[in-house]
Each structure stands twice: as C-alpha cells, then as structure tokens.
T-cell receptor
Framework: KAGVTQTPRYLIKTRGQQVTLSCSPI?????VSWYQQTPGQGLQFLFE???????NKGNFPGRFSGRQFSNSRSEMNVSTLELGDSALYLC?????????????FGQGTRLTVV | AQSVTQLGSHVSVSEGALVLLRCNYS??????LFWYVQYPNQGLQLLLK??????LVKGINGFEAEFKKSETSFHLTKPSAHMSDAAEYFC??????????FGKGTKLSVIP
C-alpha cells in the first residue's frame, strides 16, 4: 500500500511569491492534516480536512489556505511568501476523523523562501 | 487546550544503555497520547499510542511508554539503545479536537 505522497519534496521561492503544495493520502483515507515544522517553533498544526470540508484550523494568518478534493487529495497554498515561511511542511492522513486514530505522515515538502 | 512538554532537547546515551525520553502533558479532557520518531529528511513515524485501557503501551523497535495520569506523564523507554535509534522523538497529545499538539522534540544521540 503506497504511503502519503507529498510533492514537490523541495522548493525554493522568492519573497512575495505564492506556492502550492500537494498531498496524496493513503488510498481510502479521508482525513488530511497539514503541519508546519521549523527549528524554532517545532511542529504546528495548520489545518485538517475531511470529506472536502475544513474541520479545524490552527493559528496561522489568512495567507495560508488549503483545500481537499473529492478523491481526498489535498493542496495547501501560501500567498505573499515571507522569509519566516521557510519550513518543512508535513501532510498526514487518517482513515477517519477520530481522535485516537494514527496519523500517517508523508516525507514533507521543504520550502525555502529567499 | 492541551500542551506537551518534552524535557531535554538533546539526550545522549551509550549503545546498550537505557533510553528514557520524558514527556509531560496538560489536558482538560482524557488525552490520547502518541510518540512519533523522525529520521533526518523524513516524515514522522508512529512508535506507539495510548488511547484507553492498559497504561503500559508497547510499540515498535522495542520501545514502550507508561501513561501515568497522576503525574500527567507519558515517558518513552527502551532497555537497550541501538545505533539505529538515533533520531528525533516527538510526544503528542490529542484531546478535545482532532488536531495533534506536539512537543518540541528530543534529539537522541547514541554513542558507540
């Protein structure tokens, strides 16, 4: 069974640009979550989608947005990039929306903003 | 709201020695607790989780953790460290919502 796939793995963007990251969950999984990982702040929750609806959102500015498609694939978008957006962005999928369910993580997209 | 505190951002142990990584949590509702491991340039992999029932939880690669409600702790242990255990370990709590709240992580070094 294929794992969570995130594309691209590495990305370099310039301040002010926008970027779109993609996440394909494990087949059959309907819940997708996004996390930002930085050395200073650690892992921080961005948002979670289930059945194409955003169920929960973390404390990030409106420049961060996402969506989920009918096949459960998800994208997140960051507009007007800032240097501080440089981070590893991790996507995780779960079969259902339940608190005790394991989240399976992808390898992440490393975004560098210059 | 919930929070997780991992004591020690870096821990070094000798190969064959006991591994003890500390995690304390705060939650206003019964928590679900997780330990994840991250190898360089990789995502997170679940080691073990506590939901309900037995408080001593066994995971993969010989790791185990004990849920102690009175101490609000969920420390991770392994009797004998192996070189392949060198990685960063994250404790996480799920409580009241579907998101996971992670600790800052503990980087484990294993000295040959």
């Amino acid at each position: 069974k294929a794992g969570v796939t995130q594309t691209p793995r590495y990305l370099i963007k310039t301040r002010g640009q926008q970027v779109t990251l993609s996440c394909s969950p494990i087949s059959g999984h309907r819940s997708v979550s996004w996390y930002q990982q930085t050395p200073g702040q650690g892992l921080q929750f961005l948002f979670e989608y289930f059945s194409e609806t955003q169920r929960n959102k973390g404390n990030f500015p409106g420049r961060f947005s996402g969506r989920q498609f009918s096949n459960s694939r998800s994208e997140m978008n960051v507009s007007t990039l800032e240097l501080g957006d440089s981070a590893l962005y991790l996507c995780a999928s779960s079969p259902i929306l339940q608190r005790d369910t394991e989240a399976f993580f992808g390898q992440g997209t490393r975004l560098t903003v210059v | 709201a919930q929070s997780v505190t991992q004591l020690g951002s870096h821990v070094s142990v000798s190969e064959g020695a006991l591994v003890l990584l500390r995690c304390n949590y705060s939650s206003s509702v019964p928590p679900y607790l997780f330990w994840y491991v991250q190898y360089p340039n990789q995502g997170l992999q679940l080691l073990l989780k506590y939901t309900t029932g037995a408080t001593l939880v066994k995971g993969i690669n010989g790791f185990e953790a004990e849920f102690k409600k009175s101490e609000t702790s969920f420390h991770l242990t392994k009797p004998s460290a192996h070189m392949s255990d060198a990685a960063e370990y994250f404790c996480a709590v799920g409580a009241g919502s579907y998101q996971l709240t992670f600790g800052k992580g503990t980087k484990l070094s294993v000295i040959p």
